[in-house]
């Protein structure tokens, strides 16, 4: 079997048993299908065919590029994840990424908004016309609930339960995450008042755009940036920074780890770890300004 069929095999596995994210799947593919296409030349086509030397030069090769540490480190990742279900699969006899490493980028803590910036931010939309009252219930929904922006555009109506504060994100492991009070207000304002004047018929996505159809990621990225800038916070601000800003926040007012790790999402608890060194991180800050013997 060509590397390119097992790559579309693992494709599958990937989607439809392991319930993996769209992102993370287009990425792993990818990564994949950029090594198919170096080693093709040299004659490499089978997935047995490939030695620990090929895997070394393909990563060489992407440094001669002047790829990231950081882009290295994910590449042989996605190889050695692939070589791994090959050998489960019984494909291949051994893993020819197994014991490769790249130098890795030091990881800058991810950026999170302050508690202030938060209610600034979310005081912007104009509630009182339909767009500003959809754009409020984007911004409250995001923030309560840590999704990604491709989860929050891929919402349905039917995903938000107004009785119990649920929503019901079905991107890969379908999971259930509950919203404050003010969200849930929000959002229940823009489906009894905006949505009904604003959705083409028969239209399912919860927030949808001017020509009534399924809100893009593209189409909230450019309304965010349009309400950060009034609010006058620095910085590109991005969706990711809410769902890290809610991450940071929850952990910091006594959330655990693995509820944490729940709610958004990771499939390894070490990615939700990152958070609880961002909150360290600033409870030292807040000690080294504060304390009289700090100085």
Same mark, same amino acid.
Not at 37 to 64: N, W
Not at 175 to 197: E, F, H
Not at 205 to 223: D, E, H, L, P, T
Not at 258 to 269: C, P, V, Y
């Given at each position: 079997?060509?590397?390119?069929?097992?790559?579309?095999?693992?494709?599958?596995?990937?989607?439809? @048993?392991?319930?993996?994210?769209?992102?993370? %799947?287009?990425?792993?593919?990818?990564?994949?299908?950029?090594?198919?296409?170096?080693?093709?030349?040299?004659?490499?086509?089978?997935?047995?065919?490939?030695?620990? @030397?090929?895997? &070394?030069?393909?990563?060489?090769?992407?440094?001669?590029?002047?790829?990231?540490?950081?882009?290295?480190?994910?590449?042989? !990742?996605?190889?050695?994840?692939?070589?791994?279900? +090959?050998?489960?699969?019984?494909?291949? !006899?051994?893993?020819?990424?197994?014991?490769?490493?790249?130098?890795?980028?030091?990881?800058?803590?991810?950026?999170?908004?302050?508690?202030?910036?938060?209610?600034?931010?979310?005081?912007?939309?104009?509630?009182?016309?339909?767009?500003?009252?959809?754009?409020?219930?984007?911004?409250?929904?995001?923030?309560?609930?840590?999704?990604?922006?491709?989860?929050? %555009?891929?919402?349905?109506?039917?995903?938000?339960?107004?009785?119990?504060?649920?929503?019901?994100?079905?991107?890969?492991?379908?999971?259930?995450?509950?919203?404050?009070?003010?969200?849930?207000?929000?959002?229940?304002?823009?489906?009894?008042?905006?949505? =009904?004047?604003?959705?083409?018929?028969?239209?399912?996505?919860?927030?949808?755009?001017?020509?009534?159809?399924?809100?893009?990621?593209?189409?909230?990225?450019?309304?965010?940036? &349009?309400?950060?800038?009034?609010?006058?916070? =620095?910085?590109?601000?991005?969706?990711?920074? +809410?769902?890290?800003?809610?991450?940071?926040?929850?952990?910091?007012?006594?959330?655990?780890?693995?509820?944490?790790?729940?709610?958004?999402?990771?499939?390894?608890?070490?990615?939700?770890?990152?958070?609880?060194?961002?909150?360290?991180?600033?409870?030292?800050? %807040?000690?080294?300004?504060?304390? =009289?013997?700090?100085?």
């Amino acid at each position: 079997m060509s590397i390119a069929a097992q790559i579309e095999k693992y494709r599958t596995h990937l989607t439809e @048993e392991r319930k993996a994210p769209v992102n993370t %799947v287009s990425a792993y593919i990818r990564d994949l299908a950029r090594f198919a296409a170096f080693s093709d030349p040299a004659g490499i086509r089978e997935a047995s065919a490939v030695a620990s @030397e090929d895997v &070394r030069s393909y990563i060489g090769h992407l440094e001669k590029e002047g790829r990231s540490p950081a882009t290295l480190s994910r590449c042989i !990742s996605s190889l050695k994840a692939f070589f791994k279900y +090959l050998a489960d699969e019984g494909e291949v !006899s051994h893993n020819p990424a197994a014991g490769i490493a790249a130098a890795l980028a030091e990881k800058k803590p991810p950026r999170v908004l302050m508690g202030g910036e938060i209610d600034l931010l979310l005081e912007q939309p104009d509630a009182g016309d339909a767009k500003g009252c959809r754009d409020k219930a984007m911004l409250e929904t995001l923030y309560a609930s840590g999704l990604r922006v491709s989860e929050l %555009v891929a919402l349905d109506e039917a995903d938000v339960n107004m009785e119990t504060g649920l929503i019901i994100c079905r991107n890969g492991k379908e999971r259930a995450i509950p919203i404050y009070q003010g969200a849930l207000k929000a959002v229940a304002a823009y489906l009894l008042d905006a949505r =009904p004047s604003m959705a083409s018929p028969g239209e399912r996505a919860m927030f949808v755009n001017a020509a009534g159809g399924r809100m893009s990621r593209q189409g909230f990225w450019k309304i965010l940036k &349009r309400y950060t800038e009034k609010a006058g916070i =620095p910085g590109d601000i991005t969706p990711h920074m +809410l769902r890290h800003s809610f991450a940071a926040h929850l952990l910091e007012n006594g959330a655990d780890l693995r509820s944490l790790q729940e709610m958004l999402g990771h499939a390894d608890i070490a990615s939700t770890q990152i958070y609880a060194k961002v909150v360290k991180r600033q409870l030292k800050d %807040v000690y080294n300004k504060s304390h =009289p013997r700090s100085k």
